[in-house]
């Protein structure tokens, strides 16, 4: 069984949200043949604590806006490792050094990771800050 198309439409919502806010290395990862608790996981790392927290509200206030909220937020008074829990998606927004410890793609390694075109979302937000710098 692999993710279904309304997961993948809120984790590329959540991916795109934590772009916005420079979020670096997302992964989503299909662990919906692994867990029955959630179809997809997003992983996004941030620089600092104030990043991780607002590429956290990012992806809160999109998801939101598209009708869906979280069922569980967790350790956003840390800002290390905030975790936004949509049922059949779970959003992991990790600074760097936690993300680095803990190591989440090597956990779900065997699980497939989803391409929702982030590249080119990556490419096009840095040519226009770049254009207008």
């Known amino acids: 069984m692999s993710a279904t198309d309304t997961a993948i439409a809120k984790a590329t ?3 795109r949200a934590a772009t916005a806010k420079l979020g670096r290395e997302i992964k989503i990862i299909d662990v919906s ?3 029955a608790i959630a179809d997809i996981f997003v ?5 600092s604590e104030r990043q991780v927290d607002a590429i956290f509200d990012s992806v809160a206030e999109a998801l ?3 009708g869906v909220k979280a069922l569980r937020r967790e350790g956003k008074s840390a800002g290390r490792w ?4 949509y049922g059949d998606v779970v ?3 990790m600074h760097a050094e936690e993300r680095e410890f803990y190591g989440l793609e090597r956990i779900w390694k065997d699980c497939p990771l989803i391409d929702v ?5 990556v490419a096009s ?3 226009t800050t770049e254009a207008t710098a």
């Open 13 to 15: 919502a959540a991916a």
């Open 91 to 93: 959003v992991h927004i």
């Open 82 to 85: 905030v975790l936004l829990d």
């Open 125 to 127: 937000t840095s040519a």
């Open 64 to 66: 939101l806006a598209q």
């Open 43 to 47: 992983v996004v790392s941030g620089d």
């Open 117 to 121: 075109g982030l590249e080119e979302t």
């Open 33 to 35: 043949d692994q867990l």
